[in-house]
Structure formats: structure tokens, C-alpha cells
């Protein structure tokens, strides 16, 4: 069975400045998706960025960026130029692509980030 | 923006009483959750649900749980006798495919006394 790990159950930034996740997974498989998503205190957790284990390259979206580390199994969450908007719960999520793999979400238990003004 | 929409927002229960959650997938997705977040720990699988029946569940998701898809639109969670144990907030999701991200919904949070 696969699992997640998130280490840091809170970080804390400063507005402005850079702050990154740490997530480590276990699996046997090679083919899957990993994710962060955000639960913002209004409680909806909404997709921040994904990356498929097949591309070695690293996904990017606007501040939000990750470094995927197949062999070690790491996928951490780089967000850049820190916003008051971004305080929220992420998690870290794991999903299979093995066509006869299970469909379901993996999740980590989170990290609390808090953005200081 | 389609949204997977959750009622109700909050439900107070008591013990042995029956509940049901109620979600609205996003119109053209196939692929239907439910997960539950208890207070403080993780975000935990219960089921998934694909062309009318049950394609996954986990050890969570026994006999007095079950789902349904009524009437095409809505997705429902029934959870037949509760118990203390299943506070925690329930999260609808949907998805277009078997693969790729899940949408979800603000979440039902169950209060069972």
C-alpha cells in the first residue's frame, strides 16, 4: 500500500519571502501522479500543482513550484514570494496511474502554514 | 467555475440515528469519493464510485455506510446507525477521469452526540 509522509505538521513565512514543504511517499509502482493541494480555512481543498512521475520535469505554476526526486522518493513544495493568501493546510497526495491500480487519493496529514505580515 | 457542491454544511446528530450526506459532482465527471477528515488527522478514503456501483472502498467503510447515485446528479453518503466515532468532516469529491486530480467539495462536518 502506498503512503505519504509530511514531516512538518507547521511552518511559518514571513510575507515575501520563500518557504518549502517537504513530502516523502512509499510505493512499488512507477507510474502515478503526486500532488499539493491547499485547504484554505474555508475548508475547500483545491488543487496548487501536480506532477506525473513520468515527466522528470519539475512542475511549475506561477510562485508555486516542486522538486521531484523519483529515486527518493520526494516531491516538496517550493512556494516563492509567500502571499497572506497562501496561509492554509497543504497536503500532499499521491494518486496511481497503473491501469489496474486503485483510483483513490493517498493523503499526507498536512502542513499548517501561517504567513506572517 | 463548476463546483462540487456539499449539503449539509453541518449536521448534529445523535448516537443511532441515521444520516445522509449529500454532494453534487461536477456535471460531466464519471468518477465520485467520499473521504473523511477527523478532527486533526488525516484526510482518509471511505469509497469510490463508478458506473452506478462501488468500485473501491477502504476497512472504513463497512456495513453501515453505503452511497448511491439517485437520480443522476446527486451523490449520496448514508450512514445507517452513528456512532460517536464518525464525527469528522466529510469531503464529497468528483473526477473526469480514473486518473489525474479529484475536485472536492467545502465538506459536510458531522457532529454525532
Known amino acids: 500500500a502506498q503512503t505519504v509522509t509530511q514531516s512538518q505538521p507547521e511552518m511559518s513565512v514571513q510575507e515575501a519571502e520563500t518557504v518549502t514543504l517537504s513530502c516523502t511517499y512509499d510505493?512499488?509502482?512507477?507510474?502515478?501522479?503526486l500532488f499539493w493541494y491547499k485547504q484554505p480555512p474555508s475548508r475547500q481543498m483545491i488543487l496548487v500543482i501536480r506532477q506525473e512521475a513520468y515527466k522528470q520535469q519539475n512542475a511549475t505554476e506561477n510562485r508555486f513550484s516542486v522538486n521531484f526526486q523519483k529515486a527518493a522518493k520526494s516531491f516538496s513544495l517550493k512556494i516563492s514570494d509567500s502571499q497572506l493568501g497562501d496561509a492554509a493546510m497543504y497536503f500532499c497526495?499521491?494518486?496511481?496511474?497503473?491501469?489496474?491500480?486503485?483510483?483513490?487519493?493517498?493523503f499526507g496529514k498536512g502542513t499548517k502554514l501561517t504567513v506572517n505580515p | 467555475e463548476p463546483e462540487v457542491t456539499q449539503t449539509p454544511s453541518h449536521q448534529v446528530t445523535q448516537m443511532g440515528q441515521e444520516v445522509i450526506l449529500r454532494c453534487v459532482p461536477i456535471s460531466n465527471h464519471l468518477y465520485f469519493y467520499w473521504y473523511r477528515q477527523i478532527l486533526g488527522q488525516k484526510v482518509e478514503f471511505l469509497v469510490s464510485f463508478y458506473n452506478n456501483e462501488i468500485s473501491e472502498k477502504s476497512e472504513i467503510f463497512d456495513d453501515q455506510f453505503s452511497v448511491e447515485r439517485p437520480d443522476g446528479s446527486n451523490f449520496t453518503l448514508k450512514i445507517r446507525s452513528t456512532k460517536l466515532e464518525d464525527s469528522a468532516m466529510y469531503f464529497c469529491?468528483?473526477?473526469?477521469?480514473?486518473?489525474?486530480?479529484?475536485?472536492f467539495g467545502e465538506g459536510s462536518r458531522l457532529t454525532v452526540l
Open positions: 497526495a499521491y494518486r496511481s496511474l497503473f491501469q489496474g491500480g486503485s483510483e483513490k487519493l493517498v
Open positions: 510505493t512499488s509502482e512507477s507510474d502515478y501522479y
Open positions: 469529491a468528483s473526477s473526469p477521469g480514473h486518473t489525474g486530480e479529484l475536485f
